[in-house]
């Protein structure tokens, strides 16, 4: 059974995100579709690029993903279906696939133009991307989607960097449902640059003081035992390297809407930075 995953900046108060799923099922009435998200903020490429490659290598291989995210069809950016790591993408050329799949190169790619009448729309998501996805799960040809194409736009996201021999200078990269602060710092990363030194990470609260962490734990839970009770560890601030690898600043067990996420109790926002300072 063919599965058709689906990522989207649409929200799920419109009808949009039904009239994409209503769209496939008329065609294949027995496919497998899966949200992944649709709560990207507007046109964010980064945001949904972390969202679909920390999931999207847990599907089986031949997944179908459709991503609709600044997907409107311009003289500059096409849409394109892209064979990646066993599994297809259908999504406008935008240079979201060079975020997502950034250890592995394309199988193929190809300028989507079976599908004219959708290309232009103004919701190519359903008109265009969908048509696509269920000729590949019915088994058919990637090559009658269009002319095979060599290259897809490419995107340079935010690196950490190490300097002066003491500090990796991070940043913030996704804010999660929990307010959970991720960096683009690296396990690997860090580990590499950190040598068993002592550190501290540097990190600003709201009123502009500062907080210096000096322990990334393994687990949440951790947290507990520095504090003896749960019911003082709450709220803590901790930083652990999270499922994904990594550095994540978070708040133990704070409630976003009752009492504030790490986001919001710091003032961090995507971009802002993060710093870990090594002892010499």
Known sequence: MAIITLTSDFGVKDYFVSSVKGAILKELADVTIVDISHHVNPYDLSEAAYIIRNSYEEFPDGTIHIIGINALSTPYQKPICALINHHYFICADNGILSLICQKNQPEEIYEITAYPEGIDSLFPMKNCFVPVACHLARGGVPALLGNKRTEMKQLNELKPIYRD?????????????????????SKDFFDEIAQDRKYKILLRQKDFSMTDITVIYEHYNEV???????????????CLFNSAGFLEVTLYKSNPTISGGANQLMGLKKNDTITIEFEN
């Open 165 to 185: 021999d003491k500090y990796i200078i991070g940043n913030v990269i996704y804010i999660d449902h929990f307010g959970n602060v991720v960096s683009n710092i």
């Open 224 to 238: 507990v035992q520095d504090f003896n009770k749960e019911v003082q560890a709450f709220g803590r601030t901790l």
